[in-house]
């Protein structure tokens, strides 16, 4: 089994609907990330955590929001969905315990396409 | 603020030939730094990283990289390249305790 699982892989929405999407991790790590990727851009941060009570924005937060509802478990919000947030969605990882070099540990991704 | 700048978007190379990807960055203070690999619809992995010690730093597949803090690089090789390490190559720094910034990624494409 995945370390790092998403759901859900795919998904396609309309303008304007509410989506969520799901990252579990059983790698017990305290701290997750969530990333969008875009063509020519790269990954680019959204919200990280580095513990359930600790949630910070990251470089492009607007138009989303996060809830950690346990150190496994962190989702990603879209309140209303707009085009171009057409984007692959990365969850990731990493532990504490492994020092300051924050290596990071990915889910498989989410495909979203907003219409 | 740290940043990342992968020059290549696109590196075409021959099968069993050589290869190097472009990394540079900038930072005032150490960093630590990454290459990541991302084969086609999966998530990323990690390649190779450099701490701290040898400059030289090897990473799985028979991928290596230089750390030169002369030249703010971290330029990652391969003496032979194989149809299977078609991929998107992502170049990373942090600063330790702080977020991971990515680079723009370098497609790799091994022609047969």
């Known amino acids: 089994d995945a370390d790092v699982t998403q759901t859900p892989r795919n998904r396609i929405t309309k303008t304007g609907k509410r989506i969520m999407l799901e990252c579990s991790q059983t790698?017990?790590?305290?701290?997750m990330y969530w990333y969008r990727q875009d063509p020519g851009l790269g990954l680019r941060l959204i919200y990280y955590?580095?513990?359930?009570?600790?949630?910070n924005k990251g470089e492009i937060s607007d138009g989303y929001s996060v809830s950690r509802q346990a150190q496994a478990k962190f989702s990603l919000s879209l309140e209303s969905a707009i085009p171009n947030q057409t984007a692959l969605y990365f969850c990731?990882?990493?532990?504490?315990?492994?020092?300051?070099?924050?290596?990071?540990?990915f889910g498989p991704g989410t495909r979203l396409t907003v219409l | 603020a740290q940043s990342v700048t992968q020059l290549d978007s696109q590196v075409p190379v021959f099968e069993e030939a050589p290869v190097e990807l472009r990394c540079n960055y900038s930072s005032s203070v150490s960093v630590y730094l990454f290459w990541y690999v991302q084969y086609p619809n999966q998530g990323l992995q990690l390649l190779l990283k450099y701490l701290s010690g040898s400059t030289l730093v090897k990473g799985i597949n028979g991928f290596e990289a230089e750390f030169n803090k002369s030249q703010t690089s971290f330029h990652l090789r391969k003496p032979a390249v194989h149809i299977s390490d078609t991929a998107e190559y992502f170049c990373a720094v942090s600063k330790g305790y702080q977020k991971v910034t990515f680079g723009t990624g370098t497609k790799l494409q091994v022609i047969p």
């Open positions: 955590s580095f513990d359930v009570k600790d949630i």
């Open positions: 790698k017990g790590h305290d701290r």
């Open positions: 990731a990882t990493s532990d504490r315990k492994e020092g300051a070099t924050d290596t990071q540990y």
